[in-house]
Nanobody, 119 residues
Framework: QVQLVESGGGLVQAGGSLRLSCAAS????????MGWFRQAPGKERDFVAA???????YYADFVEGRFTISRDKAKDTVYLQMNSLKPEDTAVYYC?????????????WGQGTQVTVSS
């Protein structure tokens, strides 16, 4: 069974940091692009960041240099380091894997992890 499992979400004050992790199991995604999306209550799911199989990255405009996506192929894990968090970053964050890097399209999805930023 293919699974992507996110972790690292939680409650943090504005200006704080969190690091999200997404571990794959059931198959390897080393040749896939990996990415993060987020969905706030009552809003559509938005793209956040993606990383190609070779390590190229790109981000949504609202990231503004605050987030960094990275991956460890040996562990089949992708990370999202989030710094200078704002209340508007509050959302459920989902990781995904897909063949298409740019634009990133997820074919496999995790269950999501809640990030809450208090003001």
């Amino acid at each position: 069974q293919v699974q992507l499992v996110e972790s690292g979400g939680g409650l943090v004050q504005a200006g704080g940091s969190l690091r999200l992790s997404c571990a794959a199991s059931g198959r390897t995604f080393s040749s896939y692009a990996m990415g993060w999306f987020r969905q706030a209550p009552g809003k559509e799911r938005d793209f956040v960041a993606a990383i190609s199989w070779s390590g190229r990255t790109y981000y949504a405009d609202f990231v503004e240099g605050r987030f960094t996506i990275s991956r460890d192929k040996a562990k089949d894990t992708v990370y999202l380091q989030m710094n200078s968090l704002k209340p508007e970053d509050t959302a459920v964050y989902y990781c995904a894997a897909g063949r298409s890097y740019n634009p990133f399209q997820g074919s496999y999805w995790g269950q999501g992890t809640q990030v809450t930023v208090s003001s």
